[in-house]
């Protein structure tokens, strides 16, 4: 195995034109080099446009959070997930609880009198709990520039500088800024947890890596979709040792797995979960049903931008066309009835009057017309089957950057398949997928696509028009920015030439559609203002804004696949 490590740990012998020229010039001026790849002025920068963004709207992700650090100062831990006044219940793990217990002990006075701390239906606040909040989620996203800064520096010389495009991509990402700064979220942190497992993985410090995604899953469940990739990925790389086979007969398989290696992450992970659950056990069945609420329906009020949302709208396409014409139904309804289509066309329409079938609203069950019902135990089976397939590699060949590669995909199928995805889980995708651009230029692509239209996906979040500007300008820069980056520094690793020409043409062509949509759908949104009849088609915008980024989301998703599954001197 220790050959194999080697192998792979200078990274870019792959490119040896770049790192040749760029490492020999770091090697002499070590510390102003260090001084350059510094995040530092990426926060002030970064911060300073933050603060400024703090009085615009605030959602009800704002007065969720407001909600929980009322409920975890107010009441005793056993009454936490039981308590229901409003409707934002708490439905995080109890780390998260802990941080908001951490950060209702720091609410000041004047903050505490403007209503910061009470539980009730609809949180009455005003400016002095929107600054302090907004605070909290500037301040704990410290913690995401120190661990990527730690990623730069702990990076070889040769990598340094395309890893600090990486890094400083992932910090001013448009996806923590909408998410986190102008919706209300803590992602920064959270994701900051996740990374530093990911670079404990690079590092081969594999119990680190492991305690640090039990702590982020003790944060954030979302993050067991990405539990099978880390229990393959650790499993080979940690417990078993498949050498002791080669010497040992068949009898030896005992010996296979390390069992100190064993016992060492099974101990830590099983003391950080008790940490975490232990004082909950009494109420656990409750906790249990805050974490997983299968009731909600399968798609969230905004369709994310998955496979659903395609198969949602083919319904709709379905019912309307049969509607209109009814020897279409008829031809149909020869060839299917009674499996799949409604028998006549009046059940069409009396199924379209009694269910409710906007798309705006809190939580609401998907009803389809013509196409089957889905449960949620498909979305279950869907989801693992594809993630099956992106961790048998890494069971086989458990190197970091199979890892990654798999991370992302098991990203992807959760987020595709999943039941109840909301749009802003994008980034269980987009995060991990900035680990594995700097080692191929093929990898660029996919990556196009998916970053663009997994922000522009992000855009109906933020529905104030004053906040259209901000929001489009922001990403068009960011995209430009580091786009053109990445196309510069990002070589060819091996010596297999680009083939898939049309792919990336067409994924080009792609992004750039995204604008002309993007203000396409504002300008509707502006003239229905003026001309009523508009109105009635409100929920088109969304509907396209959904469409055409999960046609971007699915095919970097089969762009990576490809790459992962039949590229395969690209893993090594
Ligand atoms: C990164 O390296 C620089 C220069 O050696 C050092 O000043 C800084 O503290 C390091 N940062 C982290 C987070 O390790």
Redesign the pocket.
Known sequence: MSPSKVGRKPGSKGKPDFSSSKGSISQQTEPKQ?LRFSLWNFWVASTALKVLLMPDYVSTDFDVHRNWMAITNKLPLKEWYLESTSQWTLDYPPFFAYFEWFLSQVVPASVRADGCLDIVEVGQYGWPTILFQRSTVIISEILLF?VL??FI?TSDVSERSVNFVVASSIALSPAFFIIDHIHFQYNGFLFAILIGSIIAAKKQRYLLCGALFATSLCFKHIFLYLAPAYFVFLLRAYVLDINALKYKSYRDWVFVPQWRNLFKLGGVVLLIFTICFAPFITVMPQLIARLFPFSRGLTHAYWAPNFWAIYSFVDKVLAAVMLRMPYVHNCVSKLFRPLLVPATREEIKHKMATVNNGTRGLVQDVYFLILPQIQPKLTFLLTLFYQLLAVIPVFINPSFKRFIGSLTLCGFSAFLFGWHVHEKAIMLVIIPFFFLVSFDRRFLTPFYLLTASGYVSLFPLLYKSNDFLIKVLYTLIWCIIYFSAFRKLVRVSSSVQRRIFFFDRLAALYCLLLLPMVLGIQSLEVLKGRYSPIRKYEFLGLMFYSIYCSIGVIGSWIGLSWLYNFDEPLWV
């Open positions: 260090q120190v800064q730690i520096n």
